[in-house]
């Protein structure tokens, strides 16, 4: 496949390897029962003796006035994505404490497994019918329950929902637009949005121009999750192109990427991306229900980046928005497009700036101590001192070969 199909030189063999292992993950999970009145797609497309799972749409048909149905199905070991992304080792570092992520989607539901009692949600915020923006937010920040192998990156991270999309998940320039700037007006410290708009306003600017002004990190897909109609073949696919807010300055994209570590097929290309990170048959968790779900996308992938985000946030607070988004990028695993690396991330030791070849600074000497009397005065008696003691022994000297020679007079006589 052309385009952004990443050819990983160390990141493709983290992936491989698990591919492997996700049939029997699945194997090991629960079956559920086939449902027609709900979708469902395997977690891979190459797993299909595993558990169905309910999709979760990017958006819904609005004729079909029905909302996305709960799940009673969990699986019960980690997933694929968590497991090549190692995140239980860099929540070994942090889980994100302290730190708040804008989630500009769908809405989050508040009660949702494993974010209830850390979703900030009011209004049509907290009224998600589709069930994506709650799975971003369980992707960035659930916590593990009884039952399920899944957890978010930063399960101790809160959420504040904003909506950037209609009831169906149609978004709008002008509905992000808004979502931003209120996530960012609620304290956000990063900020996640879903959408991948073909056409940049002067609204959707502002609000990204107001973001970086504020260090808040956005992060967003660098390409929309499905491709438009009428291209379902790579022959016929449009060329790459660019997509908003994901393309605009300070904004951190990221492509979608499966277990093996290539673009899944028949996806929309992005002119550029920042990251890759994974996006196809990822395991998270809905708007209703205990059981888990499967989604696909760049804004899946654009989520995990998210998670990463708010764990160095968390573990290193002094480094600013844009520092954090180089930081991701150094970090991530060689590839033309650099893979995610949430552990590398908050250990490497990065260099540090190489300071400017200015000349030495010419060197002092001290100055000559002030002239005291007290040192010749010591070296005079000193001096005096040595002195008498050579005349006193030259004298006893002298005394006894006196004596020598009187007595050696007197044996003679």
């Known amino acids: 496949m052309s385009g952004f199909r990443p050819a990983y030189e160390s990141g493709a063999s983290r992936l491989s390897v698990l591919a492997p292992l996700l049939g029997a993950v699945l194997a090991m999970a629960p079956a559920v029962s086939a449902s027609a009145a709900a979708p469902a797609a395997t977690p891979s497309a190459s797993a299909s003796t595993g558990p169905q799972l309910r999709l979760i749409p990017s958006s819904l048909d609005p004729d079909s006035d029905a909302c996305t149905k709960a799940s009673k199905t969990q699986v019960g070991s980690a997933p694929w994505a968590q497991l090549s992304l190692d995140v239980a080792q860099a929540n070994g570092y942090t889980q994100g404490a302290g730190v708040l992520v804008g989630v500009v989607d769908t809405g989050v539901a508040p009660q949702a497994t494993g974010i209830a009692g850390r979703v900030r949600a009011s209004g049509v915020a907290a009224q998600d019918c589709v069930g994506h923006g709650t799975f971003l937010a369980g992707v960035i920040a659930a916590s593990a329950v009884p039952g399920s192998g899944f957890a ?10 904003e909506r950037g999309t209609d009831q169906w998940g149609r978004p709008s320039a002008d509905l992000v637009a808004q979502g931003i700037e209120a996530a960012v007006g ?17 609204q959707l600017r502002a609000a990204i121009e107001h973001a970086t002004a504020e260090d808040v990190l956005v992060v967003a897909p660098a390409a929309p999750d499905t491709a438009p109609e009428g ?14 807010p994901g393309s605009a300055n300070g904004v951190l994209s990221v492509v979608d990427v499966d277990i093996d570590g290539e673009r899944p097929d028949d996806v929309p290309q992005p002119a550029r991306a920042d990251l890759a990170a994974p996006g196809e048959g990822i395991t998270g968790i809905g708007p209703k229900g205990t059981g888990n779900y499967v989604a696909n996308g760049a804004s899946v992938a654009a989520a995990f980046v998210a998670g990463t985000a708010a764990l160095v946030r968390a573990h290193m607070p002094k480094l600013t928005a844009a520092q954090t988004a180089a930081r991701l990028k150094a970090t991530a695993a060689h590839a033309s497009v650099p893979l995610l690396d949430p552990s590398g991330a908050l250990s490497t030791v990065l260099p540090t700036t190489v300071p400017s070849a200015a000349p030495d600074a010419p060197l002092r000497l001290p100055e000559a101590a002030p002239t005291s009397h007290i040192v010749p005065r010591a070296w005079a008696l000193a001096g005096a001192s040595l002195l008498l003691g050579v005349l006193a022994a030259a004298a006893m000297a002298v005394t006894r070969l006196r004596t020598s020679r009187r007595a050696q007079r007197g044996g003679r006589a």
């Open 186 to 202: 609620a304290g956000a410290k990063v900020v996640d949005v879903s959408a991948a708009l073909p056409k940049e306003t002067a």
């Open 231 to 244: 291209t379902s073949t790579q022959a016929s696919a449009p060329p790459p192109a660019s997509y908003w």
């Open 152 to 161: 978010g990156v930063a399960p101790k991270a809160r959420i504040v929902a």
